[in-house]
């Protein structure tokens, strides 16, 4: 392609007037990313008279300006912002950025804008932790010497004096301070000279002729670098056609920062469909999945487009080849109810108390979002037969799942056999196919349930890691963890546990080492209610569960041994509770019709299959 083309060669400042005005960006381009030592880096570069690759340009013509949606470039730049502002293309000629926008937008926000982060352990919603800056450059800086101070980035190469800083440098004897911006006011040789001129002027009397000269050479640098040489070379693609013009930007960005399917897809659902924005949409929709229902979610536009295709009955494989304009056509009809599946089903999952902490794959989502999506259950949270037994039944098999890592790795070929597997049960039952799931999957090598062969790795998991809740979660009846705050709690207290504790009873050490291994296994772990939690605090367990109801052991497979209760049984307590937890995940792993079948009135019960 490279041979083909013929590139066009400009001075930053015209581009930099051109952006926003004529230049503009496409909803196929990415958020901007740089921070500022990248930033700097540029400038640095720029003014060595190094070459910064090429930028590549699509030229809208008018008949064609209002099919496409267009964003302006972010000139005062606030860290973790992610959403361009929207631009209206009326009266306008319009060229959108293929290629370039990460180095564009740089040079706008040294040259005309700033940059605004986060000082470090400040809150977001603080607006005192919040610093504007804007690039400068020290006119006294030797490029040629590598002599400087702590602040200067020779390590990373940049040798010009160029920092971000938030209000205006005093200036001294050593350094000579100004924002790179001022030299985009010299409109012409005259205007520069007569900077440069006030500049010179005003140095102090103790200046050296060697630093006048330093302070000359790299302002004129900083001018001809901005103003007069050519080292925006660019070319411009006049091709009306989308997909053309989709090819050419992949091809361009391939082999530079990847790139997030999503921004690509993005793009050509706006193009396709009627009325409404997708890139606005589909990033309101993800802002509300992660921050706007009970619990918090950590998901991304990825996972909405991929639920799109697996929800759509469409190959579930997430390339760009599979959103063709068909599909989009279908996508678009069912993004209603794709909508509604989706927020259901984290209201759900975030019901057993799984979130953005315990989620440990994201993919593990999308069979119950395609159950849901196809019975039109809604997130199950009344207390019908139906409801009850198939949230239990799906709370299980996540749980099963992602302890399992069933949707670990290339998930594409169980997230299709479980979509398939669904598909078949609800031609006979409305209800969540747990049994078929767990045997379907299981012929596959992806094992869902616990049983004599994987039961070990869950009673192995420890007090502090990520899959410890939802082992917990496992043992009880219920899955409305996420309605109350529940505390993962130390049946016998870890404060009688400690090693100064038990050498002050006279307990042997090899006792000693048995205990402090055991103290945090999941044989000596409970969910608890938070107030009972605190209310249990370090008292021994023996004297705190007389006080709870005569079932309590029951529930929390406790046995019924008060000899185990001392610390110094903790060992034979943990064996003896992981002898209680095995029986009872048998009972849930190696029964899977427990949670597939709701009883014959939940199995006639009305349910709305398709879409």
């Not at 309101?284 to 990825?302: A, E, I, M, Q, S």
């Not at 996540?398 to 169980?414: E, I, P």
């Not at 605090?537 to 497979?557: A, V």
Request: aromatic share 10%; hydrophobic share 35%; with cysteine.
């Amino acid at each position: 392609m490279g041979a083909a083309l013929s590139y066009i060669s400009t001075n930053i400042a015209s581009v930099i007037d051109r952006i926003n005005r004529s230049y503009f960006l496409p909803a196929i381009q990415r958020p901007f990313v740089w921070q500022p030592d990248q930033i700097v880096a540029l400038f640095d570069s720029l003014l060595k008279g190094y070459p910064i690759s090429s930028f590549l340009l699509w030229e809208i013509k008018p008949e064609h300006r209002n099919d496409w949606e267009i964003y302006k470039f972010i000139e005062n730049f606030r860290f973790g912002d992610t959403h361009n502002e929207l631009a209206e293309p009326d009266g306008r000629d319009v060229v959108l950025v293929l290629d370039g926008q990460q180095r564009l937008t740089s040079l706008l926000i040294g040259l005309r804008g700033s940059f605004t982060s986060r000082t470090k352990y400040g809150r977001r919603n603080n607006p005192d932790a919040w610093s504007r800056q804007r690039l400068y450059i020290d006119l006294l800086k030797d490029p040629a010497t590598e002599n400087g101070d702590e602040n200067d980035r020779e390590d990373l190469g940049v040798t010009y004096g160029l920092r971000f800083f938030e209000d205006d440098p005093k200036s001294s004897p050593e350094k000579l301070w100004m924002k790179i911006g001022a030299i985009l006011d010299c409109t012409s040789d005259d205007a520069f000279d007569s900077l440069k001129d006030s500049i010179i002027d005003a140095l102090p009397d103790t200046a050296t002729r060697g630093e006048q000269r330093i302070v000359e050479k790299n302002l004129d640098r900083l001018y001809r670098t901005i103003w007069k040489d050519g080292v925006v070379s660019y070319y411009t693609e006049k091709d009306q056609s989308y997909d053309r013009v989709l090819d050419i930007f992949i091809r361009a960005n391939d082999g530079g920062t990847k790139l997030s399917k999503s921004d690509l897809l993005l793009s050509m659902i706006t193009s396709k469909w009627e009325g409404i924005s997708a890139r606005q949409e589909i990033f309101d929709f993800v802002d509300l999945l992660n921050d706007g229902l009970d619990g918090r979610n950590d998901l991304d536009k990825d996972f909405v487009m991929k639920s799109c295709l697996v929800l759509s009955d469409l190959d579930q494989r997430y390339k760009v080849g599979n959103f063709t304009n068909a599909n989009l056509k279908i996508i678009e009809a069912n993004w209603k109810g794709i909508k509604q599946s989706l927020e259901s089903t984290l209201r759900l999952v975030n019901r057993f108390g799984i979130d953005r902490e315990t989620l440990t794959s994201t993919n593990a989502l999308l069979p119950i979002a395609y159950y849901v999506y196809k019975t039109q259950c809604g997130s199950l949270d009344g207390s019908t037969q139906f409801e009850s037994s198939n949230a239990m039944g799906i709370h299980r098999w996540l749980a099963g799942s992602l302890l399992n890592g069933v949707f670990g790795g290339s998930s594409d070929q169980t997230i299709g056999a479980s979509r398939s597997i669904i598909q078949q049960s609800l031609t006979r039952s409305c209800d969540f196919p747990y049994r078929a799931l767990v045997e379907g999957l299981a012929r596959r090598g992806r094992l869902v349930s616990f049983d004599d062969n994987n039961v070990d790795g869950l009673l192995d998991v420890n007090y502090g890691q990520r899959g410890c809740f939802l082992a917990l979660s496992l043992l009880y009846d219920t899955n409305n963890w996420g309605a109350v705050k529940y505390h993962i709690d130390h049946i016998i207290p870890r404060s009688l546990a400690d090693r100064k504790a038990l050498m002050a009873k006279n307990l042997p050490e090899a006792l000693i080492e048995k205990i402090l291994k055991s103290v945090n296994r999941l044989g000596n772990l409970q969910l608890l209610l938070s107030r009972e939690n605190l209310e249990k605090s370090n008292i021994p367990f023996s004297e705190w569960i007389q006080t709870r109801d005569r079932d309590f052991l029951n529930r929390h497979l406790i046995p019924d041994e008060p000899g185990l209760w001392d610390v110094e049984a903790l060992p034979d307590f943990v064996r003896a509770r992981e002898r209680l937890i095995r029986q009872q995940l048998r009972r849930f792993g190696l029964d899977p019709a427990t949670f597939d079948a709701a009883g014959q009135s939940a199995r006639e019960a009305e349910c709305a299959l398709g879409n």
